[in-house]
C-alpha cells in the first residue's frame, strides 16, 4: 500500500450531533490541516488524491460534513471503528480512545486534557482552546492511521466491504427520515397521562386497603393520591400481600415485571402492570419522539451496524425497532405528501435459513410443496394443524436454543411436556438438530462460529451454548444488511426513499406518479436476490399511518 496516499480526517462539533466546528485532515506521509467551516472545501483536492479516505465511527463524521456541503468520497472510505466491531470479540472496546490505548500502546494524555477541560468548564468542544483541542485532534488522526494499518490485512475483506456498504444505506436513510404527527403525538400523550393518573387512583385504593392507610383527603372532589408506583412502597404492598419477590446480590427485593407477572391475577399487581406499561409508552416514545422531531416533523434516527454481537443493526435517538410493537405509537409514523408508503419484508427468514443450511428434509419438502412452515410443524410434532400458534413459538423458539423450563413457562406446560415436544421436533427436524448440534460442538471446542462472509464470531465460554442462535441470526443479518444495500443502489438517483430498516423489513416511500405495485415489487425482488436461497417477502401498504396496514399483492 501507498501509505502517502491514505488520508485521516476528523471532526469536532459544537455538541453532540451539533454543526461543524473544526475539520482535521491527516495524510499518510505527515500533511495536516486545521480548517474552520468556513475553510472545509480545503479538503477536498486531499480526498481527490487519496486512495483510502479513513475515519473512526465515519457516518457521525459524514453526516457533520453533509450539513457544510461536503461529500466524501464513498468508494474510498475506511472506518476503523467497522474493522474493530469485525476483528474483535464483541465484548472489546470500540471507542477510539480505548482501542488506542489497547493496542497501539498510547497513553490517553490528549484526551485527559480534553476531557479535564470539558468538565473545568462545563462547555462542548466547540469552546476549547485551538492550543487545547488540536493536539486531541492530532492524535485521534494519528491513531486512526496506525489502527488501519494494523487491521487493513486482517479484516475479512467480504464482510467488511459489506458492513462500509450499509454505512452509506444507513446514511442516505438518515438523512431522510421519517414523518411524524406531532399533534397526534401530543394528544396521545394527554390522553395515556389522564389513563395513568385513574391508575394510580385505582392503585391507591388498593394499597390503602392492603397497608390499611388513612383514606386519602380529595382535593376539589378529585383523591389526592399519595401512592407512587415507582417507590419502594410497591414492594411493601406486594410483601403484605404475601407474595414471594426474588432477591438481588445485593439482598434488594426485586419487583421486575418478570418477578410480580406471576401474580397478575391480583388486581393491584394487573393494575401496576398496566400503568408501567403505559408509563413507558409514554416516556419512551410519547414525549421523546416530540422532542426528537426537528422542525419539519422529521425524525432522523440513528441506526448502528457495530453495536451487535451478530451483526443485526440497532437503532438510537431515538430507537425506532420497538416501534413495530406498539399500535399507539405507530400511529404517529404517517405517510409523506406526495408519497406512497410500503413495508417489505422478509417471511420466516432466520427458519427459512436454519432449513436451507443444514439442508434440512422435511423443511425442505414443506418449502417445495408450498406448505406453511407453522402449520407444518403443528400437524408433524402435535398432530393436528390446531396447534399452529404452539408450533410457531417451537419454530422460532427453538432454532435458538430455548430450552425446556423457557418453553414450558411459554406455553403453560410442564418442563416434562415441553421435553417431550422439544425431542419430537428434532426428531421431525432431524437435519436442524445435526447442524445445530455441529455448530455448538465447534463453538465449544474454538470458541467461534465463522459465517459465510468470512467473519468469525468470538463468544466468550459462558457463551458458547449461544453458537446456534449466532449463527442463524448473524446469517439473516448478512442477507438484510445486502437487501438494503442493493435496494439503496438502485434508487439511490431517483425519488424513492429507504426510511427505516426495522429487523428484517425495510420501509421504502415511492413518489405518488410512479406505478406503486409495478415499483415495490420490483424492490421486493431485488431483495430477495441478495440472498443465494429462495427467499420471499410480504407487502404492507402504509394507509395513512404505520399502525393501519394493508396486505399488498404477493411476491
Request: aromatic share 10%; proline share 4%; glycine share 6%.
Amino acid at each position: 500500500m501507498d501509505w502517502t496516499k491514505v488520508l485521516a480526517f476528523d471532526v469536532e462539533t459544537a455538541g453532540l450531533n451539533g454543526p461543524l466546528h473544526r475539520l482535521a485532515y491527516l495524510t499518510g506521509d505527515g500533511m495536516s490541516g486545521w480548517l474552520t467551516p468556513d475553510q472545509a472545501e480545503e479538503i477536498i483536492p486531499f480526498f481527490q488524491r487519496a486512495e483510502h479516505v479513513v475515519a473512526h465511527n465515519a457516518k457521525y463524521d459524514i453526516k457533520t460534513l453533509a450539513k457544510v456541503g461536503i461529500e466524501v468520497p464513498w468508494e474510498k472510505l475506511d472506518d476503523t471503528l467497522v474493522m474493530a466491531a469485525l476483528i474483535l470479540p464483541g465484548s472489546q472496546p470500540k471507542s477510539l480512545l480505548e482501542l488506542s490505548m489497547k493496542y497501539l500502546d498510547y497513553d490517553g494524555k490528549t484526551d485527559a486534557k480534553v476531557a479535564y477541560y470539558v468538565n473545568e468548564h462545563n462547555c462542548e468542544y466547540d469552546k476549547i482552546p485551538d492550543n487545547i483541542l488540536r493536539p486531541y485532534t492530532d492524535q485521534q488522526l494519528v491513531n486512526t492511521i496506525k489502527l488501519f494499518a494494523l487491521w487493513y490485512s486482517e479484516v475479512p475483506q467480504e464482510a467488511y466491504e459489506l458492513e462500509m456498504r450499509v454505512i452509506r444505506a444507513l446514511f442516505d436513510m438518515e438523512q431522510r427520515g421519517v414523518l411524524v404527527d406531532l399533534s397526534y403525538l401530543s394528544r396521545a400523550d394527554g390522553i395515556v397521562t389522564e389513563e395513568m393518573e385513574q391508575l394510580q387512583i385505582e392503585l391507591d385504593t388498593l394499597a390503602q386497603q392492603t397497608l390499611k392507610r388513612p383514606r386519602q383527603a380529595t382535593l376539589i372532589g378529585k383523591p389526592v393520591t399519595s401512592f407512587n408506583p415507582a417507590s419502594n412502597e410497591t414492594r411493601d404492598v406486594l410483601l403484605a400481600k404475601g407474595f414471594f419477590l426474588p432477591k438481588s446480590e445485593k439482598g434488594n427485593y426485586s419487583v421486575s415485571r418478570e418477578a410480580i407477572e406471576p401474580y397478575s391475577y391480583d388486581p393491584f399487581v394487573a393494575t401496576l402492570l398496566e400503568w408501567r406499561k403505559l408509563q413507558k409508552i409514554k416516556s419512551t416514545y410519547l414525549v421523546n419522539l416530540q422532542e426528537a422531531a426537528d422542525q419539519n416533523a422529521v425524525i432522523h434516527p440513528n441506526f448502528s451496524n457495530t453495536s451487535t454481537r451478530t451483526g443485526r443493526l440497532s437503532c438510537s435517538d431515538p430507537n425506532l425497532q420497538n416501534v413495530a410493537k406498539n399500535e399507539i405509537v405507530k400511529q404517529a409514523f404517517i405517510v409523506r405528501p406526495g408519497y406512497r408508503t410500503v413495508s417489505i419484508d422478509f417471511k420466516q427468514i432466520e427458519f427459512l435459513l436454519a432449513i436451507f443450511l443444514s439442508g434440512d428434509t422435511s423443511g425442505m419438502e414443506a418449502f417445495n410443496e408450498g406448505i406453511d412452515f407453522h402449520t407444518s410443524t403443528a400437524i408433524h410434532v402435535f398432530g393436528d394443524a390446531k396447534y399452529r400458534s404452539q408450533a410457531k413459538t417451537l419454530n422460532f423458539g427453538l432454532i435458538y436454543g430455548m430450552q425446556a423450563y423457557t418453553l414450558s413457562k411459554r406455553l403453560g406446560w410442564s418442563e416434562d411436556k415441553a421435553e417431550k415436544y422439544i425431542a419430537s421436533y428434532f426428531a421431525h427436524y432431524s437435519g436442524i438438530a445435526s447442524h445445530r448440534k455441529k455448530i455448538l460442538a465447534n463453538t465449544r471446542q474454538t470458541g467461534t462460529v465463522k459465517l459465510s462472509n468470512g467473519r468469525v464470531l468470538r463468544l466468550e465460554s459462558t457463551k458458547h451454548y449461544k453458537g446456534y442462535n449466532w449463527k442463524i441470526s448473524a446469517e439473516a443479518a448478512i442477507v438484510v444488511k445486502r437487501a438494503m444495500c442493493n435496494v439503496a443502489d438502485a434508487i439511490r438517483n431517483t425519488d424513492i426513499n429507504l426510511l427505516l430498516q426495522i429487523h428484517d423489513e425495510l420501509v421504502i416511500e415511492i413518489p405518488s406518479v410512479m406505478p406503486f405495485e409495478e415499483t415495490y415489487r420490483e424492490l421486493g425482488k431485488i431483495m430477495c436476490n441478495a440472498s443465494q436461497y429462495p427467499l420471499s417477502v410480504d407487502y404492507d401498504i402504509w394507509d395513512g399511518s404505520w399502525a393501519n396496514l394493508k396486505q399488498g399483492v404477493p411476491f
